[in-house]
Structure formats: C-alpha cells, structure tokens
C-alpha cells in the first residue's frame, strides 16, 4: 500500500504567526517534521500542502530550499487542501500509483519520532481493511509527537461529507463519525499524555528550544525526550499552563 504523507503548514496561526518558519537549531521547524517524515522511512512520498496567501510564499520558498513538493489550496477549508495536494502527487507518478492512504502531519510538531511514524505505517499496512489509526484516539503519547494515518476511502467519504470544523481538520470526521469504517488506536508506555511538545505559544517555544540547546540538532527517540521532560519538572512547568483549543475553535 502506497502512503503518501503531507505536512499542512501556513504562516497565519492565530496564537503564534509564522511559528512553522521559525528558527530551531539549525533548521526551520517545518524542517524539522520534513526531516522526521523523511527518516521514518515509511512513506512513498511526501509533500507540503499551505495556501495560497501571500504570506505563505514563504513556506513555499522553504520547500523549495528543503527539497520537497508543495502545493498551494485552500486555507480554511484543509480538508480540500489535501485531497488537491494528494491528487496533484498522483498526476506526476507513473499510471496506476495513486495512495491507498494519507499520513497527516501538521507543521508545528518538531520533535517527531521517525520510529513512531514507521511503526504506525507498519501496523496500517499489516491489518486488512483499517480505515484510521492514530496514536491519539487513546492518547498516551506527549502531545506533539501523535501520528495518524487514514485511508484513501475513509478520507473521500469525509471530503464528500463534512463539514465545518471538520473540514479544517482534516480526519476529525473519520473518527467522530466512523460508521462502518475500522479504527485502530496505538498507546505507548509508559503513559506521557501530561506532557506538550507542540508549537502554539511563546511558552511552548521556549520548552522546545531548551530541548533543542540540550538534546541538540538531531531527531530524539520518545523514550528518551518523555525521560529528559520528566527529570526536568521545571522545564515541563514552562508550558503546562497551555490548554489545546477545542476542535471547533482551532
């Protein structure tokens, strides 16, 4: 099975704007996830799916610089984005290519595991007729480190179907509304879904930059991070404050 992956990114975050372009070590945080993508060795192909603003020109450029395809749709309704950035992947491979499934990635997760990645693309791959899998369907990860992959059908069926907020959010449709469809949840242990490692706020910046100055310039293993985190209370405390917005209101 063909998995193609797309990494949704854009400049204009309410609470944050231009945090996927922001400097992080050596690299730009949307470098950062395109580099874990790519070492997961798990994905046939992988492309960069912004909008057609203007400002995100420049999330264009930085794909050009990071080597990897973009394409440029809608910026609220992400839902078309991605089905227009799967099928313009499919139009330059060879007849008969096309993906059996979508790996989701959102640009402001630095600190992706490749070996996650890989093992949740292992497990889609191996059970027959899965529709969704994700690792936070029972969270148990950091948040910022979850992957989910959904299948091409389970995918059209939202695109013809939702919605709303759930058109911004790409898969929320699978799971809120399965139907028939086959769901899988993933859990790791032990349980860090206390923990935030993802890109909202000026507070979550500054946990993920102290990862980065100690940790350095490289992809880190899950244990590893979840390990230094809980050695580093006061470095947790920096964003613990920080509340996820609700579906409907991100």
Request: glycine content about 6%; some cysteine.
């Amino acid at each position: 099975m063909r998995i193609v992956g797309i990494i949704q990114a854009r400049m204009g975050s309410t609470r944050l704007p231009g945090k996927v372009l922001r400097d992080l070590g050596r690299r730009s945080v949307l470098g950062w996830v395109v580099r874990a993508a790519r070492e997961s060795r798990a994905l046939d192909d992988l492309v960069v799916a912004t909008t057609t603003q203007a400002a995100d020109d420049a999330v264009s450029a930085e794909c050009d610089r990071l080597g990897v395809a973009c394409h440029r749709g809608p910026v609220d309704d992400v839902l078309t984005r991605f089905m227009e950035a799967l099928a313009g992947r499919e139009a330059v491979r060879e007849a008969g290519a096309k993906a059996g499934a979508v790996m989701r990635f959102t640009a402001d997760c630095p600190l992706l595991d490749p070996v996650v990645i890989r093992e949740a693309a292992l497990v889609f791959r191996a059970v027959p007729g899965l529709d969704y899998l994700s690792t936070s369907l029972a969270r148990t990860l950091p948040r910022g480190l979850d992957v989910e992959i959904v299948g091409r059908a389970a995918l059209e069926r939202a695109d013809a179907e939702a919605t709303g907020f759930h058109r911004t959010h790409v898969t929320s449709y699978v799971y809120a509304h399965p139907g028939e469809s086959r769901l899988l949840g993933l859990a790791h242990q032990p349980a860090a879904d206390d923990l935030r490692v993802t890109l909202d706020t000026e507070d979550d910046w500054r946990l993920i930059t102290r990862v980065v100055e100690e940790l350095g310039d490289a992809c880190v293993p899950v244990r590893t991070l979840v390990s230094w985190l809980r050695a580093r209370p006061e470095v947790c405390a920096l964003n613990a404050h920080v509340r996820q917005k609700e579906l409907q209101d991100a």
